[in-house]
Nanobody
Framework: QVQLAESGGGLVQAGGSLRLSCVASGRTVSSCHLGWFRQAPGKEREFVAAIRWSGGSPTYATSVNGRFTISIDNAKNTVYLQMNSLKPEDTAVYYC??????????????????WGQGTQVTVST
């Protein structure tokens, strides 16, 4: 009952910035936790960041902590991922996800129920 659509990916040089957006729709959106994951070629999907619909408990992977910021605009039903100081190792397809029955902000993809189509982020040297 939740639909997600990411946008904002692109090509950027190392040290640059991008802001990803994910528009969430559906009756149960307001009860969800929202997360960002990424998957590089040949690698497993990994957690990036997550947040409560209220905007509370922003949580980050160690690899992006201090560089990325997750936020949410409830009025626009949109979750954002501001990515600064990008590194080549940040190159991946980025997905937003929704945990429909949250107990806590989860960092494993197994906990999430709905997924967007993904948006490509490429960071060049």
């Amino acid at each position: 009952q939740v639909q997600l659509a990411e946008s904002g990916g692109g090509l950027v040089q190392a040290g640059g910035s991008l802001r990803l957006s994910c528009v969430a729709s559906g009756r149960t959106v307001s009860s969800c936790h929202l997360g960002w994951f990424r998957q590089a070629p040949g690698k497993e999907r990994e957690f990036v960041a997550a947040i409560r619909w209220s905007g509370g408990s922003p949580t980050y992977a160690t690899s992006v902590n201090g560089r990325f910021t997750i936020s949410i605009d409830n009025a626009k039903n949109t979750v954002y991922l501001q990515m600064n100081s990008l590194k080549p190792e940040d190159t991946a397809v980025y997905y937003c996800a929704a945990d429909q029955y949250p107990i806590r902000v989860a960092t494993t993809d197994l906990q999430y129920d709905y997924w967007g189509q993904g948006t490509q982020v490429t960071v060049s040297t």
